[in-house]
């Protein structure tokens, strides 16, 4: 932080509400951010110099809806998991594992886990194919992609190094520290899939949990994030490579004020929309033991069957974080639930509950001529019955988190920025009585003629691609390329990114 801030932002949480003050010393202000024409989202307090009245920044909440996926196949078992879901074209695509999990003379015993493949033209309704690939009790009627080494934590990705040739464009880590540690697989068409070396990339520290990496394009490299234990919780370590094969610069996790917890696996991707960013849909992990509000949950019988075998079992729940991060290293991480185990039915509230999908895809609204939406998908029933289920949740575009202002009004202001773009576009939420205006100031805070508030006409609606516009015709090319700050001014409204365009 800027030394010349006299008082360090402070955090106070009200209903999970997170408001930002900061105090600056007039004239002195940080370096201008260069943000160029990427869109911003409020998911960090990178761009925040000060919010005052009623703004604040707000978590938002995905929302349930249908179930995408039954894993009602024998080969998908009672444990099917390790979800990794992601648009390819005009396809949808999604990897997972089939296992089985069973109890008999009072041991839980595990079959050999395999690989499954699923599709969708829309990313609601999902079909699983017959490929004819892996033989499972005598036929090759099945949707099983691989039954070898990764099997447990397969996760594959689209390969976006431009060096990166047609026959590999698909690839994969996986693979547990019995098989070796965490091995890279490779295909051309994301079906069929070898090794690309026989021996593991990576043979130190735990794996038995979804490992990932993908091909950043903002540092031109490739990054992996994966389980590791620190000071005896289990925790985040990322490492990068140039190829996949040679991995270095390894580090631990940090994050802002933020509690020590168990972190059961990462989900970090670059957001589509904005690069630049690296969200993750962290696992919180949290060992609650016996109480009479645990054995008020669902499934009591089950929980208790599980609880027999090892007390964590059938008392340890799992819901989903959100973090955020523009080093790949260093994450502000909301401490308050992203994706809760929601309405108490059964299948839920359970040890492997809410580990969502890696990654998120867009998907049509449900809401005939609304904007597209969010798709984040999270297992159910896991352990129980004949096999769990996968359902689907919907987030706002860019709505993980809002600049947000009650009806009593209030502003946020931007550190000093530097952008490039005639337009402003911005994606916002108000009611019919709400507002929003925008005004842009020169480093020092003032005002500029013709981008003052009262130039600003009131902007209300539901959108998440409105151009802001000023009367008197003022050019924003003229100060483009120029430091800047940016001051929202809300009620009753929500604002969710915004960016410099053409």
């Known amino acids: 932080m800027d030394r010349n801030i006299t008082k360090q932002n402070r955090l106070s949480r009200t209903m999970g509400l997170i408001v930002v003050f900061a105090s600056v010393v007039s004239g002195n202000a940080a370096e201008p951010i260069d943000i160029g024409s ?16 009623t703004g604040a920044l707000r978590l938002h909440h995905p929302i349930p809806r249908e179930v995408s996926i039954v894993h009602d196949a024998p080969w998908e078992g009672t444990a099917s998991g390790s979800h990794t879901v992601f648009q390819d074209g005009d396809r949808y695509r ?23 493949y699923a599709e969708s033209k829309d990313g609601i309704h999902w079909k699983k194919p017959d490929l004819g690939l892996v033989e499972f009790e005598g036929s090759k009627k099945n949707n099983i992609i691989r039954n070898g080494i990764g099997g447990l934590n397969f996760a594959p990705f689209i390969d976006h190094n431009p060096a990166c040739p047609p026959e590999a464009r698909y690839k994969a880590v996986g693979g547990v520290l019995a098989e070796g540690g965490m091995h890279v697989f490779k295909s051309g068409d994301g079906i069929r899939w070898s090794p690309i070396q026989q021996n593991a990339v990576l043979t130190k520290g735990p794996f038995d949990s979804v490992n990932l990496a993908f091909w950043d394009s903002m540092a031109g490299k490739y990054r992996a994030y994966r389980r590791w234990i620190t000071g005896g919780r289990r925790a985040i ?7 996949l094969i040679h991995w270095k610069q390894a580090a631990d996790l940090t994050f802002a004020d933020s509690p020590k917890e168990e972190l059961y696996e990462n989900h970090v991707f670059p957001y589509p929309r904005a690069p630049h960013i690296l969200l993750g849909l962290p696992t919180r992990y949290i060992e609650r033991g016996w109480s009479p509000s645990m054995k008020a949950l669902p499934d009591p019988e089950d929980r208790a069957e599980r609880a027999a075998l090892s007390e964590r079992f059938g008392t340890a ?13 260093h994450f502000k991480r909301w401490n308050e639930a992203f994706l809760r185990p929601g309405a108490q039915r059964p299948g839920t509230w359970q040890y492997g509950n809410q580990h969502v999908a890696w990654q998120i895809v867009e998907t049509r609204s449900a809401l005939p001529g609304a904007a597209p939406e969010l798709s984040i998908y999270g297992p159910e029933r896991y352990w129980k019955g004949k096999g769990g289920v996968l359902r689907r949740y919907t987030l706002r575009m860019d709505g993980f988190v809002s600049a947000s202002a009650g009806w009593k009004g209030g502003q946020l202001l931007t550190k000093p920025l530097v952008f490039d773009g005639t337009a402003l576009e911005i ?5 019919a009585a709400g507002s929003l205006r925008i ?6 805070g003032t005002p500029i003629d013709g981008f003052r508030l009262s130039d600003c006409p009131v902007m209300f609606g539901d959108t998440i691609d409105r151009r802001v516009t000023w009367t008197g015709g003022a050019a924003l090319s003229a100060i483009a ?14 604002l969710y990114s915004f960016r410099f365009t053409r």
């Open 38 to 53: 990427r869109r911003e989202l409020f998911v960090d307090d990178h761009l925040i110099e000060r919010i005052s009245g």
């Open 94 to 116: 999604m990897y997972y594992r089939g296992w089985n999990f069973w109890f008999a003379k009072g041991m839980l015993h595990f079959s050999k886990p395999v690989t499954c």
């Open 237 to 243: 370590r990322t490492i990068s490579s140039h190829d």
């Open 317 to 329: 729940l799992t819901e989903t974080l959100l973090m955020a991060s523009r080093d790949g290293v």
């Open 427 to 431: 994606n916002f939420s108000t009611s």
């Open 439 to 444: 005004e842009i100031q020169d480093k020092q």
């Open 481 to 494: 390329g120029k430091p800047v700050r940016v001051c929202f001014e809300l009620k009753d409204a929500d």
